[in-house]
């Protein structure tokens, strides 16, 4: 079964540093999603895209974040000059066209700022 | 703008007992509902959804839930659990032309011998 994978598992990273996670998404799938969960908080949505561009994103996902498609496979987020606040698991998601489509999570890559 | 409710934190349980989560949420447009698992160290899988139809949706590994619009409610069901359904429980909804996910706080299951 396809699957969307995430790349590191784990990233570790010091306060200013800039860290980009990787996003392998299912191949035929057209949107794409970066989420976030702090621990021992909710899941929070930070962005989606399609057709090589932001379709929406949250308060959160402020100038220090971006996200890019370089290749047409993978889907990255980067956090430009992290803070100790972006300590999070970060969930790629992916979703096909289909009407009664929904999203695929990847396992998540948690991001230790330290 | 949409948010989701689950008023249980936490919900311990003995095996083969049945156990109910509750999800409520909010919205001032119609909604798709989802529950999502997340077992320990793995990300989130998609138990069931409703989309739209019959009330009444069943999903994998035995769960059902039931869309209640009147009550604004979509309560999680399995009547009878294992110790591998001890994980952490996500209801969401997005709206209808929307297609992020908003979700509730969690609920973690702990089923015990």
């Known amino acids: 079964e396809p699957e969307v994978t995430q790349t590191p598992s784990h990233q570790v990273t010091q306060m200013g540093q800039e860290v980009i996670l990787r996003c392998v998404p299912i191949s035929n799938h057209l949107y794409f999603y970066w989420y976030r969960q702090i621990l021992g908080q909710k899941v929070e949505f930070l962005v989606s895209?399609?057709?090589?561009?932001?379709?929406?994103k949250s308060e959160i996902f402020d100038d220090q974040f971006s996200v890019e498609r370089p290749d047409g496979s993978n889907f990255t987020l980067k956090i430009r000059s992290t803070k100790l606040e972006d300590s999070a698991m970060y969930f790629c998601?992916?979703?096909?066209?289909?009407?009664?489509?929904?999203?695929?999570f990847g396992p998540g890559t948690r991001l230790t700022v330290t | 703008a949409q948010s989701v409710t689950q008023l249980d934190s936490q919900v311990p349980v003995f095996e083969e007992a049945p156990v109910e989560l509750r999800c409520n949420y909010s919205s001032s447009v119609s909604v798709y509902l989802f529950w999502y698992v997340q077992y320990p160290n793995q990300g989130l899988q998609l138990l069931l959804k409703?989309?739209?139809?019959?009330?009444l949706v069943k999903g994998i590994n035995g769960f059902e839930a039931e869309f209640n619009k009147s009550q604004t409610s979509f309560h999680l069901r399995k009547p009878s659990v294992h110790i591998s359904d001890t994980a952490e429980y996500f209801c969401a909804v997005s709206d209808l032309n929307d297609y992020k996910l908003s979700f509730g706080a969690g609920t973690t299951v702990t089923v015990r011998a």
């Open positions: 998601a992916s979703e096909g066209q289909g009407l009664n489509d929904e999203q695929y």
């Open positions: 409703y989309l739209s139809g019959s009330t």
């Open positions: 895209f399609y057709n090589n561009e932001i379709s929406e």
